[in-house]
């Protein structure tokens, strides 16, 4: 309800609600503007639980170094038993609308367990494979290959740490090199976040990060982020 002012005048026009301003982050954005645009990398920002690492995933995505790339979010609920491959599944639902319009290859019949609703779209499921090992392996290489013909070039993971262990595998599968073949997938980047369950890494600039170089392993480069309160998590790919 409005007041009338004593004097008789308009009532002031309420003011306007809005989400708490963004504020003393500045230098880490900065410095995840600066890993995004030098792919390939991945970062590690971690924290305690409510630090902020969503928020800080949200104006990097609603940043302009965010925003050029089309994004895809995962959601990761705190379920007992995480359903397999669950947040992967449910995200690409509400963001793909015209499966037959991407022309995926027969490999894609091995996502008709995930998609049944596509069942009409998708190819003949493939014959069966050796092992499970092998049938991850092929459904890994469906869902990049999804992710490329969507045009999804940002993978944002919410509370990665409690991801089922086939997503896990997946989003290290991405950061390592998926398919490793010269394809679309090497422009994405991708985002997730987990609590602080480490050591702070040795500082360096605004933030406090570890950089991995492809001599230890990683193809892409590993950055590690711990913010000044607490930490938050991403991973960018070339």
Do not use: N
Not at 112 to 124: C, K, N, T
Not at 169 to 189: I, M
């Amino acid at each position: 309800m409005q007041r009338r002012p004593a004097d008789g005048g308009q009532p002031a026009a309420p003011s306007a609600v809005g989400p708490p301003a963004f504020v003393g982050r500045e230098p880490e954005l900065a410095a995840l503007r600066q890993v995004l645009a030098s792919p390939p990398a991945v970062i590690l920002i971690e924290g305690e639980a409510g630090i902020g690492k969503s928020r800080l995933v949200r104006e990097l995505l609603a940043d302009p170094a965010g925003t050029k790339f089309p994004s895809l979010t995962l959601t990761c609920p705190p379920f007992r038993q995480p359903h397999t491959l669950g947040p992967v599944a449910d995200a690409l639902r509400q963001r793909v609308y015209d499966v037959a319009a991407l022309r995926l290859s027969p490999l894609a019949g091995a996502l008709r367990p995930l998609f049944p609703e596509w069942a009409d779209e998708l190819p003949p499921p493939p014959e069966p494979a050796e092992d499970p090992a092998a049938a991850r392996h092929r459904v890994f290489r469906a869902l990049t290959e999804l992710l490329d013909r969507a045009g999804l070039r940002l993978l944002v993971v919410e509370d990665v740490h409690l991801a089922d262990e086939a997503t896990g595998e997946f989003v290290l599968y991405l950061a390592a090199g998926g398919s490793r073949r010269p394809s679309r997938w090497q422009t994405r980047r991708c985002c997730s976040g987990a609590p602080a369950q480490r050591p702070p890494a040795r500082p360096r600039g605004p933030c406090r990060t570890r950089r991995a170089g492809r001599g230890e392993g990683a193809r892409a480069h590993a950055h590690r982020f711990r913010l000044p309160s607490g930490c938050a998590a991403t991973i960018a790919r070339e």
